[in-house]
């Protein structure tokens, strides 16, 4: 069996393109599990679920030590060699903790996965966005997890027809307690499904210069700004959902104007799969120019605002 | 308090040049470090120290030379560390082992504190096994911690929401790069650590049998950048002239 999991609905979606691709290569059954909640049931099925497990359960909170032991007690019954995992923070608390329970290996954050001479075979990105590790599973279970948009889901399939499977299961009580959960201050960006995206780093002396950026933003129809780490989780000028990179968000838009960003590779790990990638910073040797299509040097201050009166006039 | 802090030595990725024909990283030779998160958790226990005392140990799998290292955190107010060499092959599923294992041996423990991913391979899952194998509960990318005598409070931070979560101890947290303000030690305290303890241990000092891994690295390849690197640096005007031409005739100013 292949095991699919995520708190997150459109994520499971893509994890069962992948899970049912593999499911066929390996003659195994799609399993997707649903934890408190049936909404999503049928579509899990139009999407490539052969079987999908609702788990009944009184807990209304993800807790890592309660739903390892959940996806335990399926595993245990249904024999699962292959399980996906969304690569969310959730996600990943899960994957790892379920993997020291059942001392199965775990592969985290994969862009690939494939069977290779007969064995489960990963590719993620390391060294802080240097390398790819290919790494190959010598036992079962195999728990890997994927983030959200490395596959799209299949196109729903009404036709494809599945079992589900309601399931009461006791779970493994956590001594931890939940006392509250807050929404974070977010300026509701999502940069991830952006188009275009205009970034600001260390170049910008101070947070109303933000605007510099917004306004060529707006112009380019992109509307969205991104950021690079300092911005967001240092000075705080922006919310945590602007920003880009290794722990911020991993973007593809079509066109990425970097403004004031040194190029850390922690950076340009979130945003080297853009489509086009245009760099301006005052600094010839910036690391950011080695990785743009187009680069500027000169002062952003001076930049920004003529760059935005011309593709104003260019574009009408 | 029985502090534990979880350490890696790892290579410093900010220095990391990439073989320019192959494209593969060059490995050898890089400066080593303690992973950036990891001091986030010495920083944690040494505050966790100073509100309610009791003793910080660092844990490590690595090699020899990662002895070196671990006195950086004891300069930082760790009391003392453990080294273990892990065997020749070795991935998560083995030094989780190794890691619980040593804890294990050190006999009682209230706090376990790991960073919420080294730097290197950026995986993440090291924290939460170690908590699955102690069966003890887990506070993962831990933020504004406080504890007091039988439990500790603790936000989890998960980008869009904040789950502020409260545990009994034994607990293990993995910190965020965020969490706190890593100290830098005096020079008083770097002298003082040269007597502070490192017990080097071997894999079979703290687990029974042998452990084999479960993932192996088959390579580490290069990532192709392929951009076209066409940099203006004349005339501001004719520049942004330039540029905005070829956004149009490349498709993306629509």
């Known amino acids: 069996m292949v095991l699919v999991y995520s708190d997150e609905k459109k994520l499971t979606l893509e994890l069962l393109h992948k899970a049912s691709d593999l499911g066929k290569e390996l003659h195994k059954k799609v399993i997707a599990v649903l934890i408190g909640s049936e909404d999503a049931a049928k579509e899990y099925l139009e999407h490539g679920a052969d079987v999908v497990i609702v788990v009944e359960t009184g807990l209304h909170q993800f807790k890592a030590e309660e739903y390892s032991s959940i996806l335990q007690s399926i595993m245990k019954e249904h024999k699962n060699e292959v399980v996906l995992i969304g690569s969310n923070k959730n996600g990943k608390e899960l994957a790892g903790r379920l993997a020291a329970k059942l001392d199965a290996g775990c592969v985290m954050d994969c862009i690939k996965v494939y069977m290779h001479e007969g064995k489960l075979t990963t590719e993620r990105v390391v060294y802080s966005g240097n390398a790819i590790a290919v790494e190959q599973f010598s036992s079962s279970p195999q ?171 260019k574009i009408g | 308090m029985n502090i534990i802090v979880c350490a890696k030595q790892v290579v410093d990725v900010a220095e990391i040049k990439v073989d320019s024909s192959t494209k593969k990283p060059i490995l050898v030779g890089v400066p080593k470090k303690i992973s950036d998160m990891d001091k986030n958790a010495c920083e944690e226990a040494i505050k966790i120290k100073e509100k309610l005392g ?95 005598q039988n439990k500790v409070v603790s936000e989890k931070n998960l980008g869009e929401k904040s789950v502020t979560i409260e545990s009994s101890y034994p607990v293990l947290l993995t910190m965020t790069k965020e969490s706190n303000q890593p100290r830098l030690p005096s020079l008083m305290a770097i002298l003082a650590s040269s007597s502070k303890p490192i017990h080097e241990w071997s894999a079979s000092d703290v687990s029974t049998g042998t452990l084999h891994p479960k993932v192996h690295t088959m390579d580490i390849k290069g990532i192709p950048m392929q951009r076209k690197n066409i940099i203006y640096q004349e005339d501001l005007d004719s520049s942004i002239g330039k540029l905005v031409d070829e956004l149009a005739k490349v498709g993306v100013l629509r």
């Not at chain 1, 910008?204 to 700004?225: M, P």
């Not at chain 1, 989780?233 to 922006?238: E, M, R, T, V, Y």
């Not at chain 2, 096994?129 to 911690?145: D, E, F, K, S």
């Open chain 2, 54 to 148: 009791g003793k910080i140990t660092v844990v490590t799998v690595g090699a020899p030379d990662a002895k070196e290292r671990i006195k950086e955190l004891l300069a930082m107010g760790a009391d003392e560390a453990v080294l273990v060499t892990p065997p020749e092959k070795a991935d998560y599923h083995v030094i989780a082992h190794l890691l619980a294992g040593a804890i294990k041996k050190l006999g009682a423990y209230d706090i376990i504190i790991c960073g919420e991913a080294s730097i290197d391979m950026f995986s993440g899952q090291m924290g939460p096994r170690i908590a699955g194998l102690l069966n003890i509960p887990q506070i993962t990318y831990a933020q504004q911690v406080t504890v007091e």
């Open chain 1, 143 to 313: 728990i890997v997890t994927i983030p959200s948009k490395v596959f799209d889901p299949l196109p729903k399939n009404p036709d494809h027809k599945g079992e589900i499977i309601k399931k009461k299961i006791d779970a493994e009580q956590s001594s931890s307690k939940i006392l509250k959960i807050q929404e974070m201050k977010s300026e509701g960006v999502n940069v991830e499904e952006a188009t275009i995206i205009v970034s600001c780093g260390r170049g910008f002396k101070k947070k109303e210069d933000i605007k510099l950026v917004s306004e060529l933003a707006d112009v380019l129809k992109g509307r969205t700004v991104g950021c690079s780490r300092p911005i967001a989780a240092d000075l705080k000028w922006l919310s945590e959902d602007h920003w880009i990179g290794l722990s911020g968000h991993k973007v593809k838009p079509k066109l990425y104007v970097a403004c004031g960003i040194s190029g850390q590779i922690q950076h340009i790990a979130g945003m080297r799969d853009s489509g086009v990638i245009v760099a301006i910073n005052k600094d010839p040797e910036a690391l950011i120019f080695k990785s743009a299509d187009y680069g500027i040097v000169g002062d952003l201050y001076e930049v920004l605002p003529k760059l935005t009166t011309a593709i104003k006039e």
